[in-house]
């Protein structure tokens, strides 16, 4: 049963990406956390959505929510109208000349890894202009899950499905402690030296892979922080342990000790699984040769 036209028009694009994330996620915290966006907004949204269609789109229920024969209808075309949509944006573009691609970065924009791909990107596309999307750490993929970015560069572990994700570098982890804590004299530390010590937290919704990863694989409790400033203060303030990749520049009285039995870092370059676009398989080759020199 198709969308009538009329419908089709009133509907907002946005609007249909976030239906799309809550019918694949079938739960709307997990949908909101794929978004980078909070939960109110998104069931709103929702709502809304199914007063304009006059249909029920998911049965709720405490554990999630399934689709609705009317919401499995809905899911066929909304993914349709979404892929047109992106065509039609890519035919434009390209009609204008003005190949873009907009690249999301967590972490340190000073890796020399990132100068080299830009370097290199840029000799082989002079002409594509790259926007790029700084993210805090609560979101691993920088927005690409809410159509934000085409392709990002992160760090690893966090839930990739639906997602294609290229290693380009692993890195060594240390705790970061304050100079004068009688830890930091140690060569090297292991988990079990940081039992019974507060760690940073990230606030409620963020991707549990990637929580428990910077938290050493085990629930702790400690100050909710967002980006790499605030962690790096609530170290300097109170002490708190947190965990950062070796080799970063740190601010005056803080210091890493190298984690024997971490798992290392991975810095990846994560895409949308089926992407074609030629510029993201591009970016991807040449990030891979880039992180690759030493």
Request: hydrophobic share 45%.
């Amino acid at each position: 049963m198709p969308i009538p036209g009329g419908y089709r028009r009133s509907v907002e694009l946005r609007t249909l990406r976030y239906f799309v994330a809550v019918a694949e996620e079938l739960h709307f915290g997990r949908a909101a956390t794929r978004l980078h966006m909070s939960q109110p907004p998104l069931s709103r949204a929702i709502k809304q959505l199914e007063k304009e269609s006059g249909a029920l789109l998911f049965a709720r229920s405490p554990a999630g929510v399934t689709l609705t024969p009317a919401g499995t209808v809905l899911l066929d075309e909304a993914r349709a109208l979404l892929d047109r949509a992106e065509r039609l944006r890519a035919r434009v573009a390209a009609a204008a000349g003005a190949a873009t691609l907009t690249v999301g970065i967590l972490g340190d924009g000073t890796d020399p890894g990132i100068t080299r791909l830009a370097a290199a990107f840029r000799r082989s596309h002079p002409g594509v202009e790259i926007r790029v999307r700084d993210t805090d750490l609560t979101d691993p993929t920088c927005g690409l899950r809410a159509a934000l970015v085409d392709v990002a560069l992160t760090r690893a572990p966090f839930d990739d499905t639906a997602l294609a994700v290229r290693v380009l570098r692993t890195d060594p982890v240390g705790a970061v402690l304050r100079a004068d804590d009688p830890l930091a004299r140690r060569g090297r530390l292991e988990l079990a030296d940081l039992a019974g010590r507060r760690w940073f937290q990230f606030p409620p919704g963020t991707d549990p892979r990637w929580q428990s990863y910077w938290n050493g694989g085990t629930p702790r409790e400690g100050p909710v922080v967002r980006g790499v400033q605030e962690c790096l203060q609530a170290v300097l303030w109170n002490s708190t342990v947190g965990l950062a990749p070796l080799g970063h520049d740190l601010p005056e009285n803080l210091t890493t000790v190298p984690l024997a039995d971490m798992a290392p870092s991975p810095v990846v370059a994560v895409w949308n699984d089926g992407d074609t676009n030629p510029l993201v398989r591009s970016f991807t080759e040449i990030a891979t040769a880039a992180y690759r020199q030493v």
